[in-house]
C-alpha cells in the first residue's frame, strides 16, 4: 500500500491494498478487470468486491462493514494513530518555532523528513519508527516556515490551521453525503492534477533560484492566489482518497497495522493542505 501524499503516486503495490493493481486471478470473474478483487477477503467473504470497479457490484458508501475481527483495522486504531502522529507534528512544530531553529535547520529537516515519506510510500507495509521520524522532522519544518510567514503576514499560520481544519470538515462531510465519490477516474484526474502541479512548483522554484526574485509570480498577487486555491483543492481531493481508503479498509478487515498507513496518509494530506493553505493567505495579505 503506498501512502496519501500529492507529491507520491497514489496507486497501491500489486499486492497492495483494495486490490489496485492486483493481477486477476484465473477462473474468476475479476479476469480483465484488476480492480476487482479484494486480496483482504476472505474466500467466501461477501464484501469481496472492490467498490472502485465502476460499473460493479461493489459496495458503496455507507454500505454494510465487514465484521469486527481479531487483528482487523478499526477505525479506532485509525483515530488513535492518527492523534499520534499528528500530536507529534504539532508538538515538533511549537518547538520548532518556540526555540527559533536556524531557517537552514528547518529545511534541512524537511528533506529528510522527505526522504522518510518516499520510503515509507514505497514499502509493502508500514514501519512505525518510520512514520513517527517523519511526523516529528516535518513538525520541525513546519515551525520554522510558519515562523518564516508570520514575519511576512502577521497571523497567518493561525488562519492557515483554521482553514485547515475547515476544508477538513467540509471534505468530510461532502464525502459521508456523497457529494464527492472516489473512484478510479477521479483518483487518476487528481494524481494528473498533483503531478503538474508539483511539477509547476518546481519551474518555479528554478526561476527563483536562477533568476532571483518570484520566480514566474505564482506565489504572489492575483496569480497566487489561484495557484494557492488549486493546491488546497489537491489536497482536499486526496484527502477524500484517505477517507476512502480508510473506509475500505475498515470494510474490508485490512490488518491492523495498515492504520499506521492510514494515519500517515491523512497527515501527509493535512501538511499538504497546511503549507498550500499559509501560503494562499500570505498571497491574499499581500495582495490587500
Do not use: C
Amino acid at each position: 500500500m503506498r501512502s496519501s501524499n500529492p507529491v507520491f503516486s497514489r496507486g497501491f503495490r500489486d499486492n497492495g491494498y483494495a486490490g489496485f493493481n492486483g493481477a486477476p486471478q484465473a477462473g474468476t470473474a475479476a479476469q480483465g478487470n484488476p480492480y476487482a478483487n479484494n486480496p483482504y477477503a476472505e474466500p467466501t467473504n461477501p464484501y469481496a468486491t472492490n467498490p472502485y470497479a465502476q460499473g460493479g457490484p461493489g459496495l458503496q458508501q455507507g454500505g454494510p462493514q465487514a465484521p469486527a475481527q481479531p487483528g482487523r483495522m478499526t477505525m479506532d486504531d485509525v483515530v488513535m494513530r492518527t492523534g499520534t502522529t499528528l500530536g507529534l507534528v504539532v508538538v515538533a512544530a511549537v518547538i520548532g518555532w518556540a526555540a527559533k531553529i536556524p531557517v537552514g535547520v528547518g529545511f534541512a529537516a524537511g528533506l529528510v523528513a522527505m526522504v522518510l515519506g518516499f520510503v515509507q510510500s514505497f514499502k509493502q507495509k508500514p514501519v512505525p519508527a518510520l512514520i513517527l521520524a517523519y511526523a516529528a522532522l516535518e513538525g520541525l519544518f513546519l515551525g520554522v516556515v510558519s515562523r518564516s510567514y508570520n514575519h511576512y503576514a502577521d497571523g497567518a499560520p493561525v488562519q492557515a490551521v483554521l482553514g485547515t481544519i475547515a476544508v477538513s470538515v467540509g471534505v468530510l462531510i461532502a464525502y459521508k453525503t456523497k457529494l464527492i465519490r472516489v473512484d478510479r477516474r477521479f483518483i487518476r484526474f487528481v494524481t494528473a492534477a498533483a503531478i503538474g502541479f508539483v511539477l509547476l512548483m518546481l519551474v518555479n522554484v528554478l526561476f527563483a533560484a536562477f533568476g532571483g526574485g518570484d520566480g514566474l509570480g505564482l506565489r504572489s498577487g492575483p496569480l497566487g492566489i489561484g495557484v494557492g486555491v488549486i493546491g488546497v483543492l489537491i489536497g482536499a481531493a486526496f484527502l477524500a482518497i484517505d477517507f476512502k481508503q480508510i473506509e475500505d479498509g475498515v470494510r474490508y478487515g485490512a490488518p491492523r497495522e495498515i492504520a499506521w498507513m492510514a494515519a500517515f496518509g491523512l497527515t501527509l494530506s493535512l501538511v499538504w493542505i497546511y503549507i498550500q493553505m499559509l501560503q494562499l493567505v500570505t498571497a491574499i495579505t499581500g495582495n490587500d
